[in-house]
T-cell receptor, first 107, second 120 residues
Framework: SSELTQDPAVSVALGQTVRITCQGD??????ASWYQQKQGQAPILVMY???NRPSGIPDRFSGSTSGDPASLTITGAQAEDEADYFCGSRDSSDKRVFGGGTKLTVL | QVQLQQWGAGLLKPSETLSLTCAVY????????WNWIRQSPGKGLEWIGEITHSGSTSYNPSLTSRVIMSVDTLKKQFSLKLTSVTAADTAIYYC??????????????WGQGTLAIVSS
């Protein structure tokens, strides 16, 4: 079982805003990071550190990466944002942990 | 920009050893930690373990008795061995770069993934 908890599925209408959350005690000590995984592909980093986006990630992605819960917000969701989203962090033993993932459907 | 390319055997029989290798292109090998993560079919991500450029390791407690990681700094490669595999080890295995940034660490890049199937 994951030490980070995510809602299994969330849906959003095209162009609307959606917030994906991640809960866990470790988030009180460590920042969350967020990963997008499209069908059949490896995950990619979409949010890290203090609400930082890697280059190439659209600015419609924002986040609150510190505190419990952490969250990833997509403002004006697009069809190409449909994917699984995983949060990641570290536990009290400095092991890496992931949430169970949230399947985002764009309607 | 750092990139990863991984390879290894994809079909194993129960009790065999899974062996995977990941090559690092670009970037400084000593700036990052080198990780393995797996994903069972239709499931979430499971962290397997990590090795630094100096060979220090940290493993998932649930797998530590069967995991061996190694690093070759000259070739800029790191490897995973998982012994005594069973069907429960069937998964896509990813290598990934961990950026050790105090409380803000994150996985910067991921390999393309290798599907390992354990079947008799």
């Amino acid at each position: 079982s994951s030490e980070l908890t995510q809602d299994p599925a969330v849906s959003v209408a095209l162009g609307q805003t959606v917030r994906i959350t991640c809960q866990g005690d470790s988030l009180r000590s460590h920042y969350a990071s967020w990963y997008q995984q499209k069908q059949g592909q490896a995950p990619i980093l979409v949010m890290y550190g203090k609400n930082n986006r890697p280059s190439g990630i659209p600015d419609r992605f924002s986040g609150s990466t510190s505190g419990d819960p952490a969250s990833l917000t997509i403002t004006g969701a697009q069809a190409e944002d449909e994917a699984d989203y995983f949060c990641g962090s570290r536990d009290s033993s400095d092991k890496r942990v992931f949430g169970g993932g949230t399947k985002l459907t764009v309607l | 920009q750092v990139q990863l390319q991984q390879w290894g055997a994809g079909l194993l029989k129960p009790s065999e050893t899974l062996s995977l290798t990941c090559a690092v292109y670009g970037g400084s090998f000593s700036d990052y930690y080198w990780n393995w993560i797996r994903q069972s079919p239709g499931k979430g991500l499971e962290w397997i373990g990590e090795i630094t450029h100096s060979g220090s390791t940290s493993y998932n407690p649930s797998l530590t008795s069967r995991v061996i990681m190694s690093v070759d700094t000259l070739k800029k490669q790191f490897s995973l061995k998982l012994t005594s595999v069973t069907a429960a080890d069937t998964a896509i295995y990813y290598c990934a770069i961990w950026v050790p940034a105090a409380k803000k660490g994150y996985f910067l890049e991921w390999g393309q993934g290798t599907l390992a199937i354990v079947s008799s």
